[in-house]
């Protein structure tokens, strides 16, 4: 019973991070309406950067989560600003927006390419233990409960911005009519902008995490999908789906790669996905995502 209630705390440890990425995923599709590819390279940018100023200024683990986080936010708009303002002023179609990001994202992950080949590398030690002994058959790692600090922090502060600030308002009334919000008073593209630093923030916070957790590599942007699939399965456009998504996800995985190994893994978890999704097309939330704020 032990081992999987160990298995259990893992899986929830992993997927409170693919929670984080879908929620920078979902909040970007709930306003532009399509799936922005760049976020991952948003992600893999902010791991190196807090890879590079942790070494280069021998920073503790807040102060470079803290200041990553802000470089997240910052990339993440110069990204909308370079990729999608334009093409939100002219209205332009969900397959431009896919083409642009998708490129972004290429470009983003194509820097750290150039600039730190395929070396693989490691976050400096933060802590002096590795893991916490909880009981002689249970233990947990020092990374993990970083990891769902971290993440539990981020989602709590996202939602209360969500809907107990201005912004929130703006940023779902935004995501369910863009035109009717501009009548109302809202300022589009500040909004737009100031969604887009969430998303990064979010991006950077997934990031470091991920870099902790395993290795930096450039494909370590591959996870945005993770993150897309959590979102999928949560509700596509849903906030609090995203966050449910991600936390089946990450237990879906860990079990899976205990009972069927590492190598069949993604197998499997793809198959459930799409025989969930033909259950239940709509997703854990329970409404279609057209229907959400």
């Not at 209630?5 to 970007?28: M, R």
């Not at 939602?159 to 703006?170: A, D, E, N, P």
Request: glycine share 10%; charged share 10%.
């Amino acid at each position: 019973m032990m081992y999987y209630i160990q298995l259990l705390i893992n899986g929830i440890a992993l997927g409170s991070v693919y929670s984080i990425i879908a929620l920078g995923f979902t909040l970007i599709f709930s306003i532009l309406k399509f799936s922005n590819f760049s976020h991952g390279g948003v992600m893999v940018v902010s791991a190196y950067f807090g890879f590079i100023i942790a070494r280069q200024f021998n920073l503790g683990f807040i102060p470079m989560v803290l200041v990553t986080m802000a470089f997240g936010g910052i990339l993440s708009c110069v990204a909308q600003f370079i990729g999608f303002e334009r093409l939100r002023k002219i209205k332009g179609s969900t397959m431009l927006f896919f083409v642009s990001s998708s490129n972004l994202g290429v470009l983003l992950q194509n820097i750290i390419v150039i600039t730190f080949a395929s070396t693989y590398y490691s976050y400096p030690s933060f802590f002096s233990r590795a893991f916490f002994q909880l009981t002689p058959d249970l233990t947990i790692g020092v990374t993990d409960v970083i990891m769902l600090a971290l993440s539990s922090i981020g989602i709590i502060i996202l939602m209360l911005v969500l809907y107990k600030t201005r912004l929130g308002i703006s940023i779902r009334a935004l995501s369910m009519d863009s035109e009717a919000a501009k009548l109302m008073g809202v300022n589009v593209s500040m909004v737009t902008a100031l969604t887009f630093f969430i998303s990064g923030v979010l991006a950077a916070v997934a990031g470091v995490l991920c870099g902790m957790k395993y290795l930096l590599y450039p494909q370590l942007k591959d996870l945005v999908m993770k993150g897309m699939t959590a979102s999928i399965l949560g509700g596509l456009g849903n906030i609090s789906g995203a966050l449910y998504g991600g936390i089946l996800l990450g237990i879906l995985e860990i079990f899976m790669t205990n009972f069927v190994g590492s190598s069949l893994q993604p197998a499997f978890t793809f198959l459930f996905a799409i025989i969930f999704l033909i259950v239940r097309p709509q997703g854990i939330s329970g409404k279609f995502s057209k229907e959400k704020v």
